[in-house]
């Protein structure tokens, strides 16, 4: 999980990624990919995308994928694959493919991707304790995982509820990549990266996230009587 020992095909100057959540629990992502640049030269980047959740109920719906006019080659997305397991747990792959040779530091890719979930997070603290209480991870969480050196990761949550009504406010979480252990020197790295100023939006930014380690948000909703309100 170091920054140097290892060869990527290509790093992402700044990743930021738009999650709005509805007071269903519906929730839409939008990816921004900006100065991804090949670390070689190559032809026909091929770039994992992957979601998931354990609601039991979820629906995964395709990406959609587009390049932004900054770009200089066409991006696509391929290869998507829903699956769900008996134990409620749904997942989506694909991978996004950027067409085209691209010259060594030098070829700008800059691209945006829209994935809608239906019932994706949980709305109530009791949906949380049911979820998770008889797990050591007992928060609702949002993440994105590092694959390759990023220099910016924004992650940027916007609730359907005040944070003053959550029954635990958003705070930063760090997971070793897939699990829920967490990374608790990152964690203290990045504890005050968190911007909770508005109401209902919570932004975590970190500034060169570790390859291997999975970033994100986590809060527990309210309770039923407060949600009911909404």
């Excluded at 932004?203 to 909404?230: A, C, E, F, M, R």
Aim: aromatic share 10%; with cysteine; glycine share 4%.
């Amino acid at each position: 999980m170091t920054k140097s020992s290892q060869s990527f095909a290509y790093k992402v100057e700044t990743l930021k990624k738009e999650i709005l959540i509805s007071p269903t629990g519906d929730a839409t992502i939008k990816s921004f990919f900006h100065g991804l640049e090949s670390t070689q030269n190559l032809t026909n980047l091929q770039i994992p995308y992957f979601q998931s959740s354990n609601l039991g109920d979820t629906k995964l719906y395709p990406p959609l994928v587009k390049e932004l006019t900054s770009s200089h080659v066409p991006v696509s997305i391929h290869d998507i694959k829903i699956s769900k397991q008996n134990d409620g747990y749904a997942t989506l792959s694909a991978f996004f493919l950027v067409s085209g040779y691209l010259e060594k530091n030098k070829t700008k890719v800059d691209f945006s991707s829209e994935q809608f979930i239906e019932k994706a997070v949980a709305v109530s603290r009791e949906q949380v304790l049911n979820l998770y209480g008889t797990s050591t991870w007992n928060l609702e969480y949002c993440l994105s995982n590092t694959i390759v050196p990023i220099e910016k990761l924004i992650i940027v949550i916007e609730f359907p509820y005040q944070l003053s009504e959550m029954t635990t406010k958003p705070q930063p979480v760090c997971f070793l990549q897939s699990s829920h252990v967490m990374h608790e020197t990152e964690i203290s790295r990045i504890k005050d990266d968190l911007n909770l100023d508005q109401s209902k939006i919570a932004i975590l930014i970190v500034q060169n996230p570790t390859v291997g380690l999975d970033y994100g948000i986590s809060w527990v909703p309210p309770t039923i009587t407060k949600s009911n309100k909404l």
